[in-house]
RNA sequence: GUGGUUGUAGCUCAGCUGGUUAGAGCACCGGAUUGUGGUUCCGGGGGUCGUGGGUUCAAAUCCCAUCAUCCACCCCA
């Protein structure tokens, strides 16, 4: 048969998850700087803790697992004849994927909320999946990096998660700009534009505004209900507002606006600005699709590489309610490590990372120089030092291209003289350099 | 879910106004080279031309369907 993936998946090679841990070990790194606590969750959770937290095309885009053994024998009858899916999915599937970390993690504090200490701060690292249509920096299984706080409404985490995303970024050395929001912000405007019982979809349009510009803005807006000259305020207050905080004031003649204003001043108290390196800008702009979110919302966008956001994140004031759990605000941010991945690999911003750990591959002419090789390979590794012995005898020709293939830094040349004198020819392969050493002197070598 | 793109060797691709036995580069294997690889030279293996159907004396090439891929939209990381 012929091999192949499902869409949307991707095997990584040898390199590929050096690279990745690469990224994946400085936000980490990062993350426990800051205090957070790590856990997992599974894969597949109950189809009835994922529906209905990601709004219905979030429900379409879960994947559920059928049920095992007989799932016809307990289907919906009525509903299978019907060709009714919707109705019929809760009686043939009880499971499925996730489709990110963050109501796992919902149901995992409303599980747990006795044994945790509050506020807790956690992060994950696991792949989530969604049923979309893959495209670039898109795909069905992928890694999300999150960290969140839960128990606790004070702004001093929201200046935190943004200084994580500030030094992660600044690790990679990728240039980002880090967009700042407030949903209070968002209801103010609408207000502004007569629009608050439109909110959602305001929020839609505003989102979009990076992509349709002005016109498309407008478009939208007049479809909305919007009168003409209230079109021309909001969109005037955007041109003008964008990196320019003293232009926001206008949005505090509305009480709400205060609110978020006030709310946006304090996490700036907060920040680290001196040791800030990216860019932090308050974009009224930025609406954020999830409608969990309840206050200030951000986002991360690469300055280098045309991709959508790489990271993004927000406070739901009610976390856990959905399972029981009251009075839990939570705040988190989510870092897109495939969109990373492909940025960096564009802009080439990786370090020279070799597959095998490997620090030095014994070569040999004979049988008695294999076992002499082996011998010292187990001396090496005793010592903690990476080696390997090619397995057999070979042309040497060939063991040097497998030495090349691996990358390793240096081969150690086993032949009859070597085995008189207790030694190996050492050769750096990078340089060429060769030298005859004894044992001892190779682990100081090398060690 | 909507629109478009591309499927030919392990990889990247050429061949496509239908016409012998389908090509190149890279990779791989062997040799020049029985104690030193990366350069060079010579030789070699490897393809149901995505799949199914149709048109034709003749299809990688034209038509239809289907699957896969990548890209854009929706949405998102």
């Excluded at 400085?26 to 599974?42: A, L, V």
């Excluded at 992060?123 to 920096?137: E, L, M, S």
């Excluded at 932090?280 to 969990?292: E, F, I, N, Q």
């Amino acid at each position: 048969m012929k091999p192949s993936l499902p869409k949307g998946t991707r095997d990584f090679g040898p390199l590929q998850i050096r690279k990745r841990n690469y990224i994946f070990e400085i936000i980490r790194n990062t993350f426990e700087i800051y205090g957070y606590q790590p856990i997992e969750t599974p894969a597949m959770e109950n189809l009835s803790t994922l529906t209905g937290k990601y709004g219905d095309e979030g429900d379409q885009l879960l994947f559920k697992i059928l049920n095992n053994g007989d799932y016809l024998a307990k289907a919906d009858t009525g509903a299978l004849a019907e060709k009714d899916s919707k109705k019929l999915l809760s009686s043939i599937s009880k499971r499925g994927l996730r489709y990110d970390l963050t109501v796992p993690f919902a149901r995992f504090l409303s599980m747990n909320r006795n044994e945790l200490s509050f506020p807790f701060k956690r992060y994950q690292i696991q792949p989530v999946w969604r049923a979309d249509r893959p495209q670039k920096g898109r795909f069905q299984e992928f890694y999300q990096c999150d960290a969140d706080i839960a128990g606790s409404t004070s702004l001093v985490y929201e200046a935190e998660l943004i200084e994580i995303y500030d030094k992660v970024f600044a690790a990679l050395g990728l240039n980002v700009k880090i967009r700042l929001n407030h949903r209070k912000l968002l209801q103010a405007f609408a207000e502004h534009g007569g629009l608050a019982d439109r909110f959602s979809e305001f929020t839609t349009a505003l989102d979009k505004w990076d992509k349709t510009g002005e016109q498309g803005f407008r478009e939208d807006l007049k479809n909305l209900g919007a009168s003409l000259d209230k079109i021309d305020l909001l969109i005037d207050l955007i041109n003008s507002s964008v990196d320019n905080e003293s232009e926001l004031q206008t949005l505090a003649q509305y009480e709400i606006g205060r609110a978020g204003l006030d709310e946006i001043a304090k996490v700036r108290s907060f920040l680290d600005t001196e040791h800030i390196q990216n860019k932090v800008v308050v974009d009224l702009t930025l609406a954020r699709g999830l409608s969990y979110y309840t206050g200030c919302v951000l986002e991360v966008e690469s300055k280098d590489a045309k991709m959508g956001s790489i990271g993004g994140g927000g406070r739901y004031d009610d976390l856990t309610g959905v399972f029981g759990f009251q009075g839990i605000s939570g705040v988190g941010i989510s870092f897109g490590a495939e969109r990373i991945y492909e940025i960096m690999e564009e802009l080439q911003l990786f370090p020279e990372l070799k597959p095998s750990a490997t620090q030095v591959l014994f070569l040999s002419f004979d049988k008695e120089d294999l076992l002499y090789s082996k011998k010292w390979q187990s001396a090496l590794i005793r010592n903690n030092i990476a080696a390997e012995i090619y397995p057999e005898p070979a042309k040497l020709k060939k063991q040097f291209k497998y030495a090349e293939g691996t990358g390793v830094p240096f081969v150690a040349i086993v032949g009859k003289n070597e085995r008189e004198n207790n030694s190996v020819q050492l050769k750096d392969q990078n340089t060429g350099e060769q030298q005859e050493v004894n044992l001892e002197q190779l682990i100081d070598l090398l060690g």
